[in-house]
């Protein structure tokens, strides 16, 4: 099981590993960027004041970002932030 944050990390590897085999490689790289420049204040934010990132509102600035990966397998916002999507009672 892996936390949000080592989520995003590994799938943007793969993406910038892909990004050669895409018509465009040069607009992958950059939306790889931008998505790293959007995720890396907030992980750095939570690490500087080591707060956890399950289920803290400001970690869910990372769900918008895992949401380009819904269908791998490794997804899960449920367990990510449980109270945040009505999973504990």
């Known amino acids: 099981m892996s936390t949000i944050v080592e989520f995003i990390e590994a799938r943007l590897k793969d993406e910038a590993a892909a990004a050669e085999s895409m018509p465009d490689p040069a607009k992958h790289r950059r939306i790889v960027d931008a998505l790293a420049m959007m995720s890396v204040p907030i992980v750095e934010h ?28 490794d997804f899960d916002a449920q367990r990510w932030f449980p109270r945040m999507t009505g999973q504990v009672k």
């Open 46 to 73: 939570l690490e500087a004041r080591n707060l956890p990132p399950t289920d803290n509102p400001l970690a869910a600035g990372l769900l918008v970002i895992a949401q380009v990966w819904t269908e791998h397998p």
